[in-house]
């Protein structure tokens, strides 16, 4: 015995110390970890399946009528991760990347319009034998959620639109990319407060890490919402009168990014739409709010 507490008296601070040279020298790995871990909470397991010679990861697990659900431009599969720990317990969950998104390979070669991103959520369909599901879309997700349901309502059962972009209502461009690459922790925290009501402290080493990961990125970003404003179905205001599926417009009311027009706008147009306001919520409420947002999804689905 005290052999073996002598042992763990000089393994404890080597593993302080190592645990210490991840969070300053690795933060990504600390990243991965607590997304594969609030993944697993959630009772989620990650998946990889290949659509025309592309390869797409997915997030699925639970049990009951499948609930898809698609994340905003320059997020991932993760975003939905809290929101879907509420829900697997009676549905079945999926949460793909989007092209070029996430895990999924960039590729200059790819349609990454609205119209684009539409089909790759059909062909994901397609490949994960879904003949017809509930669909939620944050931002961008709800854009290509609600573009997806005027192309195959047979297919949605019920529409959920969180947030979502879609509709020019006024001069705001909701899809300006993410400009110049982040020179600052100020400017990171700035960002982050535009998606976010009240955004979390992240330690230094963390935020360092999320800036150079963004940086990498920004090019790319930036394309990808020059896709969309001069793609096809950029603006769906003259069609969303056709969706007859029942939604419901779930809207993060101090949203700086997305205007309340929208929103307003999205319940008025659309014949069988319900408008709920998070109060205290900003652009990605599954994020921030993600037990208020699960009740309100769950009470939509279950309803008459």
Same mark, same amino acid.
């Given at each position: 015995?005290?052999?073996?507490?002598?042992?763990?008296?000089?393994?404890?601070?080597?593993?302080?110390?190592?645990?210490? *040279?991840?969070?300053?020298?690795?933060?990504?790995? =600390? /990243?991965?970890?607590?997304?594969? +871990? @609030?993944?697993? $909470? &959630?009772? #989620?397991?990650?998946?990889?399946?290949?659509?025309?010679?592309?390869?797409?990861?997915?997030?699925?697990?639970?049990?009951?009528?499948?609930?898809?659900?698609?994340?905003?431009?320059?997020?991932?599969?993760?975003?939905?991760?809290?929101?879907?720990?509420?829900?697997?317990?009676?549905?079945?969950?999926?949460?793909?990347?989007?092209?070029?998104?996430?895990?999924? *390979?960039?590729?200059?070669?790819?349609?990454?319009? =609205? /119209?684009?991103?539409?089909?790759? +959520? @059909?062909?994901? $369909? &397609?490949? #994960?034998?879904?003949?017809?599901?509930?669909?939620?879309?944050?931002?961008?997700?709800?854009?290509?959620?609600?573009?997806?349901?005027?192309?195959?309502?047979?297919?949605?059962?019920?529409?959920?639109?969180?947030?979502?972009?879609?509709?020019?209502?006024?001069?705001?461009?909701?899809?300006?990319?993410?400009?110049?690459?982040?020179?600052?922790?100020?400017?990171?925290?700035?960002?982050?407060?535009?998606?976010?009501?009240?955004?979390?402290?992240?330690?230094?080493?963390?935020?360092?890490?999320?800036?150079?990961?963004?940086?990498?990125?920004?090019?790319?970003?930036?394309?990808?919402?020059?896709?969309?404003?001069?793609?096809?179905?950029?603006?769906?205001?003259?069609?969303?009168?056709?969706?007859?599926?029942?939604?419901?417009?779930?809207?993060?009311?101090?949203?700086?990014?997305?205007?309340?027009?929208?929103?307003?706008?999205?319940?008025?147009?659309?014949?069988?739409?319900?408008?709920?306001?998070?109060?205290?919520?900003?652009?990605?409420?599954?994020?921030?709010?993600?037990?208020?947002?699960?009740?309100?999804?769950?009470?939509?689905?279950?309803?008459?």
């Amino acid at each position: 015995m005290k052999r073996f507490l002598k042992w763990i008296g000089a393994a404890v601070p080597v593993l302080v110390i190592a645990i210490a *040279a991840v969070f300053f020298f690795a933060p990504g790995v =600390i /990243v991965n970890l607590t997304q594969s +871990l @609030a993944a697993s $909470a &959630a009772g #989620l397991t990650a998946h990889t399946i290949t659509i025309d010679g592309y390869e797409v990861n997915y997030l699925d697990g639970g049990d009951g009528p499948t609930l898809l659900m698609v994340h905003g431009m320059a997020d991932d599969r993760h975003s939905f991760v809290g929101t879907a720990g509420e829900l697997t317990g009676t549905y079945r969950v999926i949460l793909p990347d989007l092209l070029g998104h996430g895990s999924n *390979a960039p590729d200059s070669g790819l349609d990454y319009s =609205i /119209v684009g991103q539409r089909d790759f +959520l @059909a062909r994901i $369909a &397609a490949a #994960l034998e879904l003949d017809h599901f509930f669909l939620a879309g944050n931002s961008m997700g709800g854009h290509v959620s609600a573009a997806f349901t005027l192309e195959n309502p047979n297919m949605v059962d019920r529409l959920v639109l969180v947030n979502a972009a879609g509709l020019v209502v006024d001069d705001t461009v909701v899809y300006g990319g993410f400009g110049d690459e982040i020179e600052t922790e100020e400017q990171f925290d700035a960002l982050m407060a535009r998606v976010l009501y009240n955004p979390p402290s992240v330690p230094g080493p963390i935020k360092r890490h999320l800036i150079e990961t963004t940086n990498s990125r920004v090019d790319f970003i930036n394309g990808l919402a020059v896709a969309v404003r001069e793609g096809p179905q950029h603006d769906l205001l003259d069609q969303i009168s056709a969706i007859d599926t029942p939604t419901l417009v779930l809207w993060g009311e101090e949203d700086v990014v997305v205007p309340m027009g929208v929103a307003e706008t999205y319940a008025e147009c659309i014949p069988n739409a319900r408008l709920v306001l998070l109060p205290e919520a900003g652009h990605s409420p599954q994020m921030e709010a993600p037990v208020r947002v699960a009740s309100a999804i769950k009470a939509f689905l279950m309803s008459e």
